[in-house]
């Protein structure tokens, strides 16, 4: 017998939310050990550390917080981006991405010389993104659809004059 699965009405997920926000509040300030490099509660950065930690809280480890103490903004948006979903789930990589869109690639009004920095990061994981993304989404155009996305939000981010590094994804 198969159950069909049910939407959640909006007045039992409140009170699901409600119920299990301390324990991901908890789970947050601890991984960041008490830090929130600047981010106050409510910030675009903690809602996506706190969708992760409702989710899974084993990603916010080493890799996000190590980027966050080391004030690689790029970094620790990849780390949620593609180092959350250690099964390469096709459904879950698409909550990583969500949460890294909310963590943003970007802090309000990149440089010229930020977007530089973030299209030199990405290229510098462009294989291993590909590969990733190759696996996830299950070929090569859509690993390539999406890594095309990725350049136009990093390009995008100083008002597409990083786009004049000549960075890009091909291979």
Known sequence: MTIAPRPVEDDYGQALFDLVRPDCERIVEQRLGGRRYGNPEGSRETIALFSLAYNSPAPIGQGPVGALETGSRV??????????NA??????????????????LY???ASNEEAAAVL?????????T???LYEVRGGEDAARGELDQLIAVAQAGAGGAAGETGLAWAS
């Open 87 to 104: 099964k390469r789930h096709p459904g879950l990589q698409n909550r990583c991405g969500h949460e890294s869109d909310t963590f943003g």
């Open 130 to 132: 590909a590969g990733y």
């Open 75 to 84: 970094e620790a948006w990849y780390e949620i981006r593609f180092h959350s």
């Open 120 to 128: 030199t990061f990405l290229d510098s994981k462009r294989r291993s």
């Open 107 to 109: 802090d309000a009004g």
